[in-house]
């Protein structure tokens, strides 16, 4: 599923450069991510970069965007039609 940006976000904007689909940009309260843009990092990373860099552990699961690793593997082939998927 992609993540969100909840309320505890202080704005440090450390998330933003680790993005490698650009996701993630500073919105009028706090920072955001673009779920359609999100892949959890999938076809990128095994794990997730943005949560690990965030001081206030305000990067969480949308509930709203439930997705499985097959749909998030298939929004990084919309996102980069001409990029192979690192696979783990
Ligand atoms: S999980 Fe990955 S793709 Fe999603 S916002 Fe964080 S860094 Fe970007
Ligand atoms: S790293 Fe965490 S606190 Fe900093 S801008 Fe991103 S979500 Fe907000």
């Known amino acids: ?7 505890e976000c202080s704005s440090c904007g450390a ?7 650009t996701a993630i940009s500073e919105g ?15 076809g990128f990373f095994a794990e997730p970069q943005c949560t690990s860099v ?8 949308d509930p709203a965007r ?4 097959d749909a998030l593997l298939a929004k990084f082939k919309k996102i980069h039609p001409d990029k192979e998927p690192v696979l783990s």
């Open 1 to 7: 599923m992609a993540l969100m940006i909840n309320d």
């Open 15 to 21: 998330c933003e450069a680790e993005c490698p689909n």
């Open 28 to 42: 009028e309260d706090h920072y955001r991510i673009n779920p359609d843009l999100c892949t959890e990092c999938v």
């Open 54 to 61: 965030c001081p206030t552990d305000s990067i969480i699961p």
């Open 66 to 69: 439930t997705e499985d690793k």
